[in-house]
């Protein structure tokens, strides 16, 4: 069928533009010819004049719709560079439903930019009111919040006219504002886009070409905001009552209300530039401007009232309109999508959030006195799990990884991971009593694994910093970094051992860089399948077999690493003490030193006896039919499996385990008698009380050690209920409550 260049109508329309080979919607379509014919009076369209005069339009609808007959039912016709998906991501413009430049069109009023509403008179840049300046700095904070949670810098910064040109303002507290929230949101931009741990849904860092204030030098801004400050508490000196005078208190307030403010952006503000600066002394300069921020927050929540309250825009999205914001200035500048509406925080909101976030802050700034690896990586898992901002997120990762690649500005990276090595496992290349210490051939080894080493752990300790949906499938990717790192510490162990059986035939070398990196891959593992049940990804039919390869494979897996790391660091302690006992003739009495793996371990059998538990409860319950399962049609359980444990067949040590094997290993018939489910929840009962006793004798129990023990008691007492009967004959499923501990449920009977 021959092709032709098709004219799409719109409908109404007596002709339109050539847009491929498509089926037209309406009317006629025509192609053109070289003889030049006269336009018609009612063509609207925006066709170039060239065009329009060099072109005779005919019509080819009949023609058009033959071919289209001999196209059979379900073909298509297309341009291949307009294909189906293309068709999907279209959007169809001027419709308001899917083209965000319409929005505009709703509005009854006029949308003014910042020139020309201060032409008209409709805002002022010049003595403004206490009141009306307390309430254009709150919903610029509000907007501020709304931006870093998410939204674009056009719909909730720049939707306040006053920031797209501060020098045209003439009113001081405000200049000096408005040039203070664009440094602020620009070095966050900065820091957010140095620390990459964002994807789109946490962050957009388009600037929209706005100004961001980069003619004026931080210095100056600090300086503007101070200046301000010490004008509004003499202003606040002269309200005071003198003798014979009336004292004006709401005016005084006022003024405390905008220092409080002034004051707060200046503290925020000097906080982010400390955190541009090499040195680890301007982060703790950061934590004690955050303390003295956190301070100011109560007088800000008591003013919120004093400021001039927004009445609620008309269009969607809730946005504040008052003096000085009009929600839909940019509206033009946003990409032709479907309209995103930008609901912006509310005032009360935002004092609690500024809250949470300058403790987050102060929490980021204790890194720094954290100086080894494991006590590092502990610290951005823990931080993770409090689902921080984009922006404490990203000032954690820049205070790290300093810009010149160097742990706070100051270690390499490879020492780091040298004396967490040293400190799991004490391999004797790594210590200097050792023949291999200053053996050439050794250090080439050990210094080439240890700089192979950097990478993975960087991007390890990176991904701790994306939001947690992303870190999971992030954690996926990264085992077969680390698969590869456990290849090549396997060789370098090998070749260690071979060199130090020629030096000291009476030592050996095996399987010490190789358990260090499998201990990494172990953590890796397990933080991948307890994810999911934060994330709320398993069906209760899948918790059965996600617990069992916790239980039954990583923590034994787990344990076994920890319980040779740490016979490893015994047997290298005992031969540095035979060679000091050579070399002295006095006994010396040393107390017992502490296992410094002994309380990991110790959480892994706690970790490994709930898993173990909530296994056997699972296994039970479905014996008992109290477990919901789909009517498998497009996939089955095995499938299901696979695709659960899919990243682990990247990792050869330690092997994965395929359903088949699990099937087989699981296996109840393959004890003599079977167990009956009443068995099984005695059996997890006991699971629980054995994770319940090891935790109580832990001396000094952290959060952690409190929230699982809240899990194993309740459950101890329902597992033995279970066992003896109770409510076996109900129907009604048993719930699994998350709420205590977010990887291991309480179960309750109903």
């Known amino acids: 069928m021959e092709r032709v260049p098709v004219l799409r109508l719109n409908p109404g329309s007596a002709r339109c533009s050539v847009t491929g080979n498509q089926q037209p919607n309406t009317g006629v379509s025509m192609v053109m010819k070289s003889s030049v014919e006269e336009d018609d009076a009612g063509w609207s369209l925006g066709v170039p004049e060239k065009m329009r005069s060099n072109a005779n339009w005919v019509d080819i609808t009949q023609d058009f719709k033959a071919a289209c007959r001999e196209l059979n039912l379900g ?36 949308v003014l930019n910042f020139e020309q509403a201060v032409k008209e008179g409709a805002i002022r840049v010049r003595d403004l009111s206490l009141p009306e300046l307390i309430g254009i700095i709150d919903t610029c904070f509000c907007c501020l919040i709304t931006w870093l949670e998410g939204h674009s810098l056009a719909q909730t910064v720049f939707t306040c006219l006053y920031v797209h040109n501060p020098e045209l303002i003439q009113d001081p507290p405000l200049k000096a504002f408005c040039l ?22 946490d962050f957009q860092a388009m600037t929209y070409g706005f100004k961001m204030a980069n003619n004026v030098t931080d210095l100056r801004v600090t300086g503007m905001l101070k200046d301000v ?43 982010l530039i400390a955190f ?14 955050m303390t003295q921020a956190a301070d100011l927050l109560p007088a800000i929540h008591s003013t ?26 940019n509206q033009r500048l946003l990409p032709p999508t479907f309209p995103r509406y930008a609901k912006i925080m509310k005032r009360e909101e935002m004092v609690e959030y500024f809250s949470k976030l300058i403790q987050r802050i102060i929490t980021v700034c204790n890194i720094i006195s954290t100086t080894n690896l494991h006590g590092i990586l502990d610290f951005f898992c823990e931080f993770s799990e409090q689902s921080p901002c984009v922006l404490s997120r990203s000032l954690l990762q820049t205070t790290f990884l300093i810009d010149n690649k160097k742990v706070f500005g100051t270690h390499l990276m490879q020492d780091l991971i040298k004396d967490a090595l040293r400190s799991f496992v004490s391999p004797p290349v790594l210590s200097s009593k050792c023949s291999l210490y200053n053996n050439p051939q050794a250090k080439d080894y050990i210094d080439s694994f240890l700089t192979h080493c950097s990478r993975p752990f960087c991007s390890l300790i990176q991904i701790h910093g994306h939001n947690r949906a992303r870190q999971r499938d992030k954690l996926g990717h990264i085992l077969e970094e680390f698969a590869t790192l456990q290849d090549e510490a396997e060789k370098v162990d090998a070749a260690l051992h071979s060199l130090l059986l020629k030096l000291e035939p009476g030592r050996q070398h095996l399987a010490c860089v190789g358990t260090w990196v499998l201990y990494h891959s172990l953590r890796i593992m397990i933080l991948y399948l307890l994810s999911g049940f934060e994330l709320e990804l398993y069906s209760t039919h899948e918790y059965y077999y996600i617990y069992w390869y916790l239980s039954e494979f990583l923590y034994a ?9 740490d016979s490893s660091q015994m047997a290298e302690e005992r031969i540095l003490e035979e060679q000091q006992k050579g070399r002295s003739s006095k006994k010396s009495k040393k107390k017992k030193k502490a296992r410094p793996l002994g309380k990991e371990i110790t959480m892994s059998q706690a970790y490994q006896n709930m898993c173990a538990g909530m296994y056997k409860t699972m296994i039970a319950l479905d014996m008992d039919g109290k477990v919901r399962k789909p009517q498998f049609e497009l996939d089955s359980e095995q499938v299901r499996y696979e695709h659960r444990f899919a990243p682990f067949n990247s990792v050869v040590t330690p092997p994965p385990v395929h359903y088949i094997q699990f099937k087989e290993m699981s296996d109840l018939k393959k004890y003599s008698p079977p167990p009956q489910s009443a068995d099984l929840y005695m059996a997890a009962s006991k699971h629980f009380q054995q994770a319940k006793l090891i935790l109580e004798n832990i001396t000094s129990p952290d959060a952690e050690v409190n929230r699982i023990l809240k899990v194993a008691k309740p459950n101890i007492v329902v597992m033995k209920l279970l066992a003896g009967g109770h409510k076996k004959e109900t129907k009604a499923l048993p719930e699994f409550d998350f709420s205590t501990h977010k990887y291991f449920p309480v179960v309750k009977i109903i």
């Open 75 to 110: 073909e298509l016709l297309h341009d291949k560079l307009f294909g189906l998906f293309e068709a999907m991501s279209a959007i169809e413009m001027m419709d308001p439903k899917m083209d965000a430049g319409m929005i505009g069109n709703q509005v009854n009023r006029k």
């Open 180 to 201: 203070g929230l664009l440094k602020l949101c620009d070095i966050a931009r900065d820091k957010i886009n140095k620390a990459a741990v964002f994807e789109e849904e």
């Open 276 to 289: 541009t600066k090499k040195e680890t002394s301007a982060v703790s300069e950061a934590q004690k401007l």
């Open 229 to 271: 400050e010490d004008d509004l508490q003499r202003r606040v000196k002269s309200t005071r009552s003198r003798q014979g005078e009336d004292r004006d208190p709401e005016v005084e307030l006022e003024c405390l209300a905008l220092f409080s403010r002034v004051k707060f952006t200046r503290l925020l503000l000097t906080a």
């Open 557 to 565: 897996w787990l344990m076994s690493t920890l319980s040779r790391a």
């Open 304 to 329: 919120i009232h004093h400021g001039n309250q927004p009445h609620n825009d008309t269009t969607k999205g809730d946005h504040p309109i008052m003096m000085g914001f009009e929600p839909l200035v």
